[in-house]
């Protein structure tokens, strides 16, 4: 079945630090890739999202490409802040308007 | 927009009790879908509704039940709880076309 997996965390950083969480999938077909963010106490929140290969998502100075040969779609930053830590989400989508199947979520802690 | 608004926000039922959990869609919405949380885990669907009608349902038994009503709100029903249904419930509501999920900020149901 579909699946999507993702960086074992939880990941701390500094704030300004460069921040990659890895994110691979699989699907029998070709699925949409999107990040959505957590803050503690609260829903989810789209970030970016990607609908066909070689897309790039961005959003808050957060980035994913989509690459299809390596079914990747990796969240990065530039620069972190300490308002950017929550628990992240890689998921998946395989047509419009149907099911998202998400990872185990990466938690993000940025210190000042 | 008015988002997506869930209640309760917290409750608390015994082991073998009934619970109904309520999500009002946003604006213009025709789709909810609803998705389980356990702590420390990335959500996993439940059900997802389009026009009153049943239509997608994931790994979850029978006494797990929903309605979408006219207004598109919806109803998130579970009998005869168990222990390990005590988690995060979600419900996004999204229009039938890509990719607009909308969360609200969840029910967090502890089963004792």
């Known amino acids: 079945g579909d699946s999507v997996t993702q960086m074992e965390g939880p990941v701390t950083l500094s704030e300004e630090a460069f921040l990659t969480i890895n994110c691979t999938y699989t699907?029998?077909?070709?699925?949409?890739l999107f990040w959505y963010v957590q803050y503690p106490g609260e829903g989810l929140q789209l970030l970016l999202k990607?609908?066909?290969?070689?897309d790039k998502g961005s959003n808050k100075g957060f980035e994913a490409t989509y690459r299809k040969e390596t079914t990747s779609f990796h969240l990065e930053k530039g620069s972190v802040q300490v308002s950017d830590s929550a628990v992240y989400f890689c998921?998946?989508?395989?047509?419009?308007?149907?099911?998202?199947?998400f990872g185990e979520g990466t938690q993000l802690t940025v210190n000042p | 927009e008015t988002g997506v608004t869930q209640s309760p926000t917290h409750l608390i039922k015994t082991r073998g009790q009934q619970v109904t959990l309520r999500c009002s869609s946003q604006?213009?919405?025709?789709?909810v879908s609803w998705y389980q949380q356990a702590l420390g885990q990335g959500p996993q669907f439940i059900f997802q509704?389009?026009?009153?009608?049943?239509?997608g349902r994931g790994n979850f038994p029978p006494r797990f039940s929903g309605l979408q009503f006219p207004n598109y709100s919806s109803e998130l029903n579970v009998n005869a709880l168990e222990l390990d249904d005590s988690a995060l419930y979600l419900c996004?509501?999204?229009?039938?076309?890509?990719?607009?999920?909308?969360f609200g900020s969840g029910t967090r149901l502890t089963v004792v």
């Open positions: 996004a509501s999204s229009l039938r076309q890509p990719y607009g999920y909308t």
């Open positions: 699907a029998t077909g070709y699925p949409s």
């Open positions: 990607a609908t066909k290969a070689d």
């Open positions: 998921a998946l989508s395989l047509a419009s308007g149907s099911r998202l199947t």
């Open positions: 604006s213009g919405h025709n789709t």
């Open positions: 509704y389009y026009r009153e009608e049943e239509n």
